[in-house]
């Protein structure tokens, strides 16, 4: 089955103490991107990727990292998390250029 | 810069009734238009695109949306809603230039469907 995977769905975690979501997909997808969905913001771009190590900036990028090793993983790393960063992150991945995006299912992120 | 604007935060309809969600989208160069829906706890899923071509495009569901280049608008709509299309619902624009990389999406909809 076609799937983009994020791990872990739910954490609970305390300002500084670094952490990274993972983001795994199998349909052989060049491009991927992380997004954060916060209340009457929709989603903003955090980062993107279009192949193996190239990676630039979305729109909201402060704070965290992202490395491209693999096609398939994207991994998001947040070195000192603070509670701002407190947000439901979504990975999603795309074949086309267009914008034709499929999404992992979510990742809740608390910052005490 | 592109921007898109869903200019309804929530709309409440009752079952079996027709719906309407408005987005409004802002570009100087040629766009692409997506609607996606998320249900509850789930991520995205597209729901109908707008690459080129006719400009009524069709979507699952029985979703459909009109591409109306002179108004700058993508709305979202659908004849007869069930208790299932509860969800909120983001409109998105990107280009043939920037492609997925710009995607902007919408602050969302959210559809509540009533008994």
């Known amino acids: 089955e076609a799937q983009v995977t994020q791990n872990p769905r739910y954490l609970i975690t305390v300002t500084g103490k670094k952490l990274t979501v993972t983001c795994s997909q199998n349909?052989?997808?060049?491009?991927m991107s992380w997004y954060r969905q916060d209340p009457g913001l929709g989603l903003r771009q955090i980062y993107y990727?279009?192949?193996?190590?190239?990676?630039d900036k979305g729109d909201v990028p402060e704070g965290y990292k992202v490395s491209r090793k693999e096609k398939r993983n994207f991994p998001l790393i947040l070195e000192s998390p603070s509670p701002n960063q407190t947000s439901l992150y979504f990975c999603?991945?795309?074949?086309?250029?267009?914008?034709?995006?499929?999404f992992g299912e979510g990742s809740r992120l608390t910052v005490l | 810069a592109q921007s898109v604007t869903q200019l309804d935060s929530q709309v409440p309809v009752f079952e079996e009734a027709p719906v309407e969600l408005r987005c409004n989208y802002s570009?100087?160069?040629?766009?692409?238009l997506f609607w996606y829906v998320q249900y509850p706890n789930q991520g995205l899923q597209l729901l109908l695109k707008?690459?080129?071509?006719?400009?009524l495009v069709k979507g699952i569901n029985g979703f459909e949306a009109e591409f109306n280049k002179s108004q700058t608008s993508f709305h979202l709509r659908k004849p007869s809603v069930h208790i299932s299309d509860t969800a909120e619902y983001f409109c998105?624009?990107?280009?043939?230039?920037?492609?997925?990389?710009?995607?902007?999406f919408g602050q969302g909809t959210r559809l509540t469907i009533n008994p």
């Open positions: 999603a991945s795309s074949f086309s250029g267009a914008g034709e995006l499929f």
């Open positions: 349909m052989n997808h060049e491009y």
């Open positions: 990727s279009m192949n193996v190590e190239v990676t």
């Open positions: 570009s100087s160069v040629s766009v692409y």
């Open positions: 707008y690459l080129s071509g006719s400009t």
């Open positions: 998105a624009v990107s280009g043939p230039i920037q492609g997925a990389q710009k995607l902007v």
